[in-house]
């Protein structure tokens, strides 16, 4: 084959090779970017929805062998106290769940389609969850961090999830204030070890630097507070 010849052939299959590596890329989303992209579309369509509250009173007979009839969950940090969280937060931890955004074994299973079918059942339960009074009195930690605690929220946790852990319901924020200590210990060390998918890289970030000490005394002070909106 004249040398021509074969450069120009060679140049033709480097140039379908680009092209199939084009289209791979177009093709092949990462799954992270588009269970993101997925979870964001669901929170959108839920959020949009007017809920039904009487349909999430009898949606929530399926979480109350978990977290209780009136959403306190357990001392023991294994559930949460849900009741009285933000509609907004509360909705988006389940599209998260929903989504492998958040891992955990009993709520992947509960909030699968096969038990919320849809926008409007995610919507419903939500909502019931927020209209719940928040439990009191959460467990408490033993109270030897609590300075070191105190003084780590306000200077790092205080300006986003407020002065009273109260968080937001517009900016999706959790009301961290009042959950029982074990509980927020887990959460601030699951996110510290990368364990939190939906988790910021700047919040990330900032609990990683946490000593134990500080952790321990975070949660012991945020159990104690009860937030006000």
């Known amino acids: 084959m004249p040398r021509k010849v074969y450069l120009m052939y ?48 009898r949606l929530y007979e399926t979480c109350r062998a978990c ?23 509360v909705l988006q931890q389940l599209v998260d769940f929903r989504h492998d955004r958040r891992w955990d074994i009993r709520m992947e299973h509960f909030v699968d389609k096969h038990h919320l079918t849809s926008a409007q059942e995610l919507a419903d339960v939500a909502a019931h969850v927020a209209s719940l009074p928040r439990p009191w009195p959460p467990s408490f930690g033993d109270g030897n961090d609590l300075q070191a605690g105190s ?15 109260q968080g937001s319901n517009a900016s999706k924020t959790p009301r961290i ?24 890289g700047t919040h990330t970030r900032i609990v990683s630097q946490l000593s134990f000490e ?15 909106d």
């Open 214 to 228: 500080e952790i321990n005394g975070m949660a012991d002070y945020l159990s104690r507070l009860a937030s006000r």
């Open 10 to 57: 060679l140049q033709k299959i480097r140039m379908s090779m680009v092209g199939a590596a084009a289209v791979l890329c177009l093709v092949s989303v990462p799954p992270s970017i588009a269970a993101d992209g997925a979870a964001a579309k669901e929170f959108q369509a839920a959020v949009a929805l007017t809920p039904d509250p009487a349909n999430g009173v």
């Open 151 to 165: 003084r780590a929220y306000l200077a790092r946790c205080a300006g986003c999830h407020g002065a009273t852990g």
């Open 67 to 89: 977290h209780n009839a009136d959403g306190s969950g357990t001392v023991d940090g294994n559930v949460a106290a849900i009741a009285g969280q933000h509609y907004r937060v």
């Open 177 to 200: 204030a009042g959950q029982h200590f074990a509980y927020t210990v887990r959460q601030i060390q699951d996110a510290a070890d990368g364990r939190r998918p939906n988790m910021t």
